[in-house]
Nanobody
Framework: QVQLVESGGGLVQAGYSLRLSCAAS????????MGWFRQAPGKEREFVAA????????LYADSVKGRFTVSRDGAKNMVFLQMDSLKPEDTAVYYC?????????????????WGQGTQVTVSS
């Protein structure tokens, strides 16, 4: 059974950093894409970043490009989202997700597995 477990969320002031982690288990993830999404209150879930399990070029939403970095450690079955220069508008529940195949990386409906989410709150 596939499990994705996020950690590392919290409350920080604007301009500070957080590092989210996602522990993946239950199968091998070769050929998968690992994505990060977020959902703020009253808003739809939106794409943040994605990276192939094999470590290809990451994809980022324009709103986080240059501030967030997605990476993975295949040996430890972990995926990370380093978030720098955080803004109040980054406040949301952040989700780790996994999908087979390398297309439609920003489409949440294409993802097969989801974690439970971790809250990130950025104060001004």
């Amino acid at each position: 059974q596939v499990q994705l477990v996020e950690s590392g969320g919290g409350l920080v002031q604007a301009g500070y950093s957080l590092r989210l982690s996602c522990a993946a288990s239950g199968r091998t993830f070769d050929g998968f894409v690992m994505g990060w999404f977020r959902q703020a209150p009253g808003k739809e879930r939106e794409f943040v970043a994605a990276v192939t399990w094999g470590g290809g070029t990451p994809l980022y939403a324009d709103s986080v490009k240059g501030r967030f970095t997605v990476s993975r450690d295949g040996a430890k079955n972990m995926v990370f989202l380093q978030m720098d220069s955080l803004k109040p508008e980054d406040t949301a529940v952040y989700y780790c997700a996994a999908k087979r195949g390398f297309t439609d990386l920003s489409d949440s409906y294409q993802y097969d597995y989801w974690g439970q989410g971790t809250q990130v709150t950025v104060s001004s």
